[in-house]
């Protein structure tokens, strides 16, 4: 709009299209003022180049997280969006129904007639969208499924629905807080049993196992479930060993794993277990003993692939100033069937918005049904945790800051 014709505006007209252009202080600005700096927006805007986009108002400022940063975030969610929509046929509806009738409603998996919920069972190992998209628009079809009822969890607890409402909440963390840039994606089987193999860290919350799933179904040609294995602690909490289950996550014994690999599934381990959880900052990205190498006798028993995996960014988002034996000793009093020895103490209750970096290392294979003695599991688990080490130095060495 022209000078005169702003002027020629009330002063709450000019008020209103301050609102829309975002001028900052207008509420204080007489009406000279909102002609001014309307103006100027305008100009702003007329002279911004067409690849430059306006800053969301709206949006929480993070220190250490920068325009550039949120716009390579939205770019990456929507390669993954385009992505996951090549593998649902949104044209066509699955023609599964209900005992009393009840149509699924759900779009169909390209080149089959059913939806991947009721589908050929795939759906426990490969994380397809219901709908074709994730995000809350697509929450209210999956309540209805919910609510339903109408499909099996697998053995371990797996809950599809769950699972891709879980996996867009995370997306948040995984995009917009941690950004999180995966390396080597290409080494994780697009079909098939393996054992990723992790460093270990966090201090407060397994950040590094939901974040290695991410990295699977998000950057996977084939986006695939990661069946991560924890301690007890994680299968005892109330609300918490739950939702840890529905979203495909397991307890941590060789039963299971076994007969997870047995299915083809992923499975992801942290052998450091609680002694790498609980590590102290002076101690970040050392990567400790593997345990006993129990996890290379799984993998050689079930004729599955290792994959070393090296996680920088789990470790520094809760720094850990000390760690306490008192404090362990007390929580052993409420939970004396865990094995916690030191229980790490961090002073920043939010995680630090730390740059992640996960690089998946080539596989190491194993001779079906070989039976390792403990000096073979020893020497395995000895050149996995060398890689992972080698490769977080190479990254730790490259990056210039941790955020």
């Not at 929509?85 to 009738?101: L, P």
Request: proline share 7%; hydrophobic share 40%; with cysteine.
């Amino acid at each position: 709009m022209s000078r005169a014709e702003l002027e020629s505006l009330r002063k709450a007209e000019l008020l209103e299209l301050a609102r829309e252009a975002s001028v900052r202080g207008r509420s204080t600005m007489t009406k000279a003022e909102l002609v001014e700096a309307l103006l100027d927006e305008e100009s702003e805007t007329e002279h911004r180049p067409p690849d430059e986009a306006p800053e969301d108002p709206t949006h929480f400022s993070i220190p250490g997280i920068s325009a550039d940063d949120r716009a390579e975030a939205r770019a990456r969610r929507a390669s993954l969006e385009a992505r996951l929509a090549s593998f649902v046929d949104t044209t066509q509806h699955c023609t599964w129904q209900s005992i009393e009738g009840h149509p699924c409603g759900l779009p169909v998996v390209t080149g089959s007639s059913r939806c991947s919920l009721h589908g050929d069972g795939s759906i426990a190992d490969r994380a397809i969208p219901l709908t074709g998209t994730l995000g809350f628009s697509s929450w209210p079809a999956l309540w209805r499924q919910l609510a339903l009822a109408t499909y099996d969890i697998d053995p371990f607890g797996l809950d599809p629905v769950v699972a891709e409402m879980v996996w867009h909440v995370l997306n948040g963390l995984y995009y917009d807080y941690f950004r999180v840039e995966v390396e080597g994606i290409e080494n994780v089987p697009t079909e098939g049993g393996a054992v990723l193999v992790a460093n270990h860290g966090g201090a407060l919350l397994p950040y590094d196992g939901a974040m290695l799933s991410l990295a699977v179904m998000n950057e996977s040609s084939v986006p695939r479930r990661v069946r991560v294995m924890a301690t007890e602690i994680f299968n005892m909490l109330p609300a918490a060993s739950h939702l840890y289950r529905k979203v495909g996550a397991t307890y941590a014994a060789r039963e299971d794993a076994r007969e997870i690999l047995r299915r083809g599934h992923l499975l992801g381990v942290f052998p450091e277990g609680e002694r790498g959880f609980m590590k102290p900052v002076w101690e970040a990205y050392r990567v400790g003993r593997l345990g006993r190498g129990g996890f290379a006798q799984v993998a050689s028993e079930m004729g599955v692939p290792l994959v070393p995996v090296a996680i920088v960014g789990s470790e520094e988002v809760h720094p850990a100033v000390m760690v306490s034996k008192r404090l362990a000793r007390l929580f052993r009093m409420f939970f004396p069937e865990q094995r916690v020895q030191e229980i790490a103490i961090s002073l920043n209750p939010l995680p630090l918005p730390i740059k992640w970096h996960i690089r998946f290392l080539p596989p190491l294979d194993s001779a079906p049904g070989t039976e390792l003695d403990a000096l073979d599991q020893l020497e395995r688990s000895e050149d996995v945790r060398r890689q992972i080490q080698e490769a977080l130095d190479d990254i730790l060495a490259s990056r210039r800051t941790a955020f």
